[in-house]
């Protein structure tokens, strides 16, 4: 219904509107915004009644649109009745913003065979690399050249990751085995962690809000099993079976639990002492191929923030990781996704049910990768479809469409303020989104082959990639 208004001048030219956060938990009861109330009167509104101390800036939406003027132009050019209460979703959004990178600053030789992974240090400090070379190598990111080549493994090193306090880097090999790396130093910590019998197709470190100093990690295997592993002890500890099929990936989730995605169609939840199977979550007709928890920057990150704060002690550390997660989960579930060979992705909160809370459609061919964003506002797909799709991150909702590859995307990463996403594709190219916008934001050429491995430092500042041209590309604000 056309909106109307009755009246002379200034008469009845309110809307009743709710105002909610992003999972619907009402904000004060209705009230009669003007007409002509934009966002930043909405921000005043916000701040006041949720009593900030300091204004934080928001976001506001009705029905998945962003409100970016006045609530009678809105209403006008979406048809939007006024006799019905408006509800308006606040979205808090990030005090700090990160610039898009636009230009490649480094190419960095050193890798003499496909670069198979990237991945930041948790305070963005360091940079690791994997390799079909079978090595693991770490960049000194100021002078932009190789520090250390990590040797060991026997095949290609297929997965790396850090502990969330810094102070290691594991790295999966297809040969099935784990090694531990001392970053300081490139060296090794112990002996090759043997247990696996087939390639590793994931590693995750319990959080550090859960443990410090980071002591346990789980892998996932092609031979249907996950094992949790003591990087003191130097063994595994925990053996997860029960997938009848390829483990294809794997979270250690904030509340403690551990899930695995498989080839099986199966999504299974772990509590992690003895290695009890806690809940099974079904629904996908084809292999699970990407998971994604809600917290999952926030996981990653631990402690460490924009500010580049460090911390003198483990519990600090853990004290200070812990505050953060609380911040970014609030009162709400931490919620899962899941992208499948089938086209399809599961919404899940797998602790309020096993059934999925939507089904979330569209992609026209098998699905790569899924990613929330770091205020888990949003979750991002890639697929062979060529097109990279943003959805709702509370509800599943489809919301946009990012096209412009021309081949199969393969990793997709987020800058830390949650408002650009960058993609790398089988088409050699990397791309920068804009959320906002919903458009491309920047054409990143420069590789000269396939771009299978994305990552934007968790400090903002740089986005390392890699692929089958070997090289090492390092691209800056």
Not at 31 to 40: A, I, K
Not at 370 to 392: E, R
Not at 426 to 442: E, G, M
Request: charged residues 20%; aromatic residues 10%.
């Amino acid at each position: 219904m056309t909106m109307e208004v009755e009246g002379g001048e200034g008469k009845g030219k309110t809307m009743l509107c709710l105002l909610t956060d992003p999972d619907g938990n009402p904000l004060g009861t209705p009230v009669n915004f003007p007409l002509n109330t934009e966002p930043q009167h909405l921000q005043q509104i916000v701040n006041q009644l949720r009593q900030n101390e300091e204004r934080l800036p928001y976001a506001f939406y009705i029905a998945d649109k962003e409100l970016v003027e006045s609530l009678g132009k809105f209403a006008e050019k979406n048809k939007i009745s006024v006799e019905k209460v408006l509800h308006i979703v606040y979205q808090p959004q990030a005090v700090f913003r990160i610039r898009p990178v636009h230009r490649c600053s480094a190419t960095i030789a050193g890798h003499t065979e496909a670069v198979l992974s990237v991945a930041f240090s948790p305070d963005g400090q360091q940079l690791a690399s994997g390799s079909g070379d079978t090595t693991v190598r770490l960049w000194d990111l100021n002078t932009q050249t190789p520090l250390f080549t990590c040797t060991g493994h026997k095949n290609w090193v297929l997965a790396i990751a850090w502990s969330p306090d810094g102070k290691y880097l594991v790295s999966g090999s297809k040969a099935g085995e784990l090694q531990c790396w001392d970053p300081r130093t490139g060296k090794p910590s112990g002996n090759p962690l043997i247990g696996h019998k087939k390639w590793i197709t994931g590693i995750s470190w319990e959080p550090v809000h859960l443990s410090a100093p980071c002591r346990r990690f789980v892998s996932a295997s092609k031979d249907g099993d996950a094992r949790i592993w003591d990087v003191t002890l130097r063994k595994s500890v925990v053996c997860l079976s029960g997938h009848t099929l390829a483990v294809t990936c794997v979270k250690w989730g904030g509340d403690g639990f551990i899930y695995t995605g498989s080839q099986d169609c199966t999504i299974k939840v772990w509590e992690t002492t003895q290695g009890k199977l806690i809940r099974e979550l079904k629904g996908h007709g084809h292999w699970v191929n990407s998971l994604t928890l809600s917290t999952e920057y926030i996981l990653r990150t631990g402690a460490f923030d924009h500010t580049g704060k460090q911390y003198s002690s483990p519990e600090e550390m853990k004290q200070a990781a812990l505050e953060r997660y609380n911040k970014m989960k609030g009162n709400s579930p931490e919620r899962l996704v899941s992208g499948s060979d089938d086209f399809t992705m599961f919404l899940w909160e797998p602790f309020l049910k096993k059934q999925p809370k939507t089904r979330m459609t569209g992609h026209q061919q098998p699905i790569n990768h899924v990613c929330f964003s770091p205020d888990g506002q949003w979750i991002a797909s890639a697929s062979f479809d060529t097109s990279v799709k943003l959805w709702n991150g509370t509800t599943g909702k489809f919301v946009a469409a990012f096209r412009g590859h021309v081949g199969p995307v393969y990793q997709i990463s987020w800058s830390a303020d949650s408002r650009l996403l960058v993609s790398g594709s089988k088409d050699s190219t990397l791309k920068v989104w804009d959320i906002k916008a919903r458009a491309l934001k920047l054409d990143l050429p420069g590789h000269a082959d396939e771009v299978f491995a994305v990552d934007w430092s968790p400090d903002g500042q740089k986005v390392a990639s890699g692929g089958k041209d070997r090289v090492l590309k390092l691209w800056m604000g």
